[in-house]
């Protein structure tokens, strides 16, 4: 097929099912679609394709029409494959159809491809997880574990990316999944517009929980969050549990133990977290030199930020800023 989209656009096909999570399309095409360059030109084509075109059935009272068939897939740069309410029924012991999996088949080597929820069963029946980490909604796993052996299943995550074949573990972090995207591609300021303009959070870590095994505490009128909205102001600052802690009029036991109630995590780790985004924050949008990017973040040293930075994202800061910027700037 030849490619009839914007030849400067990066182009997005998105390749639905019957039973189609209607809102997982909805996410590839709003979050994708409102990617603008400096100059407000877009930067994404999003198209929606089908092995069999026509009226396809969502998970709603509504279907959709779907024009092109999935001969799109073969000059398209991402692939993204939905859920489809199909995914959470009976096994089909692994397999996709023929029309399916040639489809996938038709995928151009070094296409990025992705899945959202169960649409990793798609991917993992296609081959395309053997040998490679990837995640799925968590009432799957057992499944998804159980069907395809051959797949580093991770159970716990948001999102992953290994070598340019992603997975989203559900329909919110498809959200962080498409951001993720779009962040590899043009950088921290688009993706941070788009979440902007889609009013959610910018970034939220691949490896972070799918959720948290407790239920939702009572409201209390002492809550940690007073505290949490101090110390983001204060992050290049030495902070001690106690100081925090008295922003809230709390003794550190109690502080300590409300604080994992709300939060999910210690006090630390959410202070670490938080200075590691601040980094990578300014790593992307700052000239500034990796010795003030530590102080200004509040890791003291350039050493220390390095250590945090290699354990979150696997590389340095220096490597981290070529990524978002083509060139090691200031450092």
Sequence with gaps: MQRE???ARHLVAVLVRPGLLSMELGIVHR???????AEGERLYEV????????DVRTDADFTIAVARDASVLAVADTVVVPA??????????GRISAPLAAALASVRPGTRIASICTGSFVLAAAGLLDGRRATTHWRSC???REMFPAVELDPDVLYTDDDGVLTAAGVASGIDLCLYMIRCDHGAAVANEVARGTVVSPHREGGQAQFIRRPVPPSRSSSTGPARTWALERLDRPLTLRELAAQGSMSVRT???RFREEVGISPVQWLTQQRVEAARRLLEETDLSVDQIASASGFGTATSMRQHLQAVVGVSPTAYRMTFRGAAVGV
């Design 84 to 93: 489809s309410d199909e995914d959470y029924g009976p096994a089909e012991g």
């Design 31 to 37: 979050l994708f679609g409102q990617a603008v360059s």
């Design 47 to 54: 198209v929606t394709c089908a092995v069999v075109p026509g």
């Design 255 to 257: 502080f300590t133990r």
């Design 142 to 144: 057992d499944m998804f």
């Design 5 to 7: 989209s914007h030849p």
